[in-house]
Structure formats: C-alpha cells, structure tokens
C-alpha cells in the first residue's frame, strides 16, 4: 500500500481560523443561558418574588410593626437587602445549574467543541446569570415596593453593587458548577456557605447588634458590603465604608473573573 502524497494529506481542522471575537457564538450562548431560565419561568421567576413577599409579610408586618433603624422605617431598611438576596442567589444558580446539568446529561461538548474561545465562555456564562440575577431583582423590587416604597438617594450605587453582586455571584456559580460532581455538592456550597454568609450580612439588622464572634466576621464578609452599597444607594446610609465595599467589589469581579477564565483555559473538569 503506498503512502498517502502530502498534498493529498487530510490535516485536522484548525479550532479556530479567524481573529477577534466569534460575536455569533457569544451571542448563542448567552441567548441560550437567558432562555432556559425563562423557560422554567415558575420556578426562576416567580418563586422568588414569592419568597421576597414572604420575607416582607414577616418581618415588616409581624416583627417590624412601627420600628424605625437609624431614623428609617424599618420597611425601608429591608427591602433593599431582600432585593439584593434575590439577585445573589438568583445569578449563582443560573451558572451553576447550567454547568452541573451538563455534566449529568453529558452536554459539556456542546461547549467545547463550537468555536468559542474560554473568554466567550466566561462572558456568555456569566452575562447569562448576571441577567437572571438582575431580573429577578428587579421584579422584587416591583413587588416590594407596594410594601415598603424605599427612596432611591444614589441610583449609582443601586447600578454598581447590583451589577458587581450578580457577576460575581455568576462567576462564583461558574466555578462551583465546573468543581462539582454532584448535586450534594452543589447543596453544600449553597447551605454552608452562601447562606450562612447572606444571613450574617445584615440583611435585616445592623450588624453591630450581633454577639462576637458574628460580629466581627461580618466586617469580613463580602456580602455585607453588597448589600450595605446596595442599601445605601436606596437610604442614602451606609454602615460600613462605601469606599472599602466599592474597592473590594471591583477586585471580586476582576479575580473570581480570572479565576473562572482560567478554570474554563484549562478544561478544568471539562476536558479528559
């Protein structure tokens, strides 16, 4: 048998023959993240409202009756912590159960072999959960406000901790969703770590009314920072330093964003 001429060689296809940003499949991707969350929209959407209105009827209504905090109505002090909750964990879960799904259906090719570099992964993924994060938000906003009727006093603060709070949420989801192997895992993260740190941020109180050692882990912990810009863009009050929370945020959204990009560089996970 005689060998092949290399002119008449079959090569591999190239991954990738043309420069810049493949604008097509970023845009597919992210189209898809929206849409799978507007597709189960019960359970994406309106559950969360719901959740928000019970936290409102509760602690408003039954708790909060007439008390004010620092001269707001108590309403008003909580509602923006409640939005930001939605946002959080709404943006976490829209990465993270995307990936994992994935995983279980054996669909991860579909992410690998298209022409989308790690970086369009990254910005599809992560733009996809930020949206759902935002939307959600901004419908419980909608819904509390006919229990509260918060001010808004900086609306720049609203916009910067509420997109810095969903990317780095959707990033962190990006990076749970690649680690775990099972949906244990993903119950770990959520019941040991997200919230155990979204109910110690002050959400509902001052976090100087909290016994040590919770208090002090509190100034420590991220999402206080989040939702103590998120409220102060509503009541024009912040508890700790808003210069601290925006820096810390923008690092956040930088580094978990590297670390995601790496994760997806690498095929952590992804590739055998």
């Known amino acids: 048998m005689k060998d092949m001429p290399a002119?008449?060689?079959?090569?591999?296809?190239?991954?990738?023959e043309y420069p810049g940003i493949n604008w097509v499949?970023?845009?597919?991707?992210?189209?898809?993240?929206?849409?799978?969350?507007f597709k189960v929209g019960m359970q994406t959407l309106a559950a969360p409202v719901v959740t928000a209105l019970l936290y409102m009827l509760?602690?408003?209504?039954?708790?909060?009756?007439?008390?004010?905090?620092?001269?707001?109505?108590?309403?008003?002090?909580v509602a923006p912590g409640l939005i930001m909750m939605?946002?959080?964990s709404n943006?976490?879960?829209?990465?993270?159960?995307?990936?994992?799904?994935?995983?279980?259906?054996?669909?991860?090719?579909d992410f690998v072999t298209p022409p989308l570099s790690p970086f369009e992964q990254l910005v599809g993924f992560g733009a996809g959960a930020a949206t759902r994060g935002l939307f959600v938000g901004a419908i419980s906003a909608i819904a509390v406000w006919f229990f509260a009727r918060p001010p808004i006093a900086q609306p720049w603060a609203i916009a910067y901790f509420g997109l810095g709070a969903a990317l780095i949420m959707g990033f962190i989801g990006i990076m749970a969703g690649l680690w775990a192997e099972k949906f244990d895992h993903m119950?770990?993260?959520?019941?040991?770590?997200?919230?155990?740190?979204?109910?110690?941020?002050g959400t509902f109180y001052l976090i100087d009314r909290l016994p040590e050692p919770f208090r002090?882990?509190?100034?420590?912990?991220?999402?206080?920072?989040?939702i103590d810009g998120f409220r102060y863009g509503f009541i024009g009050q912040a508890e700790g330093s808003l210069a601290v929370g925006a820096t810390m945020t923008g690092v956040l959204v930088l580094f978990l964003?590297?670390?995601?990009?790496?994760?997806?560089?690498t095929g952590y996970k992804i590739k055998t």
Request: proline share 4%; charged share 10%.
């Open 187 to 201: 119950a770990a993260v959520t019941n040991f770590v997200i919230m155990p740190m979204t109910f110690l941020s």
């Open 86 to 88: 939605q946002i959080l």
């Open 7 to 16: 002119s008449e060689a079959v090569l591999p296809p190239v991954a990738r």
């Open 216 to 226: 002090s882990f509190s100034k420590f912990n991220p999402f206080f920072y989040l």
């Open 257 to 265: 964003g590297w670390a995601s990009l790496r994760m997806f560089q």
């Open 25 to 37: 499949g970023l845009q597919t991707l992210y189209v898809r993240e929206v849409r799978r969350f």
């Open 58 to 77: 509760v602690f408003v209504v039954a708790v909060g009756g007439g008390r004010s905090v620092n001269g707001v109505a108590y309403g008003a002090f």
């Open 91 to 109: 943006a976490f879960a829209n990465s993270s159960s995307s990936l994992l799904q994935a995983k279980f259906n054996g669909l991860m090719g």
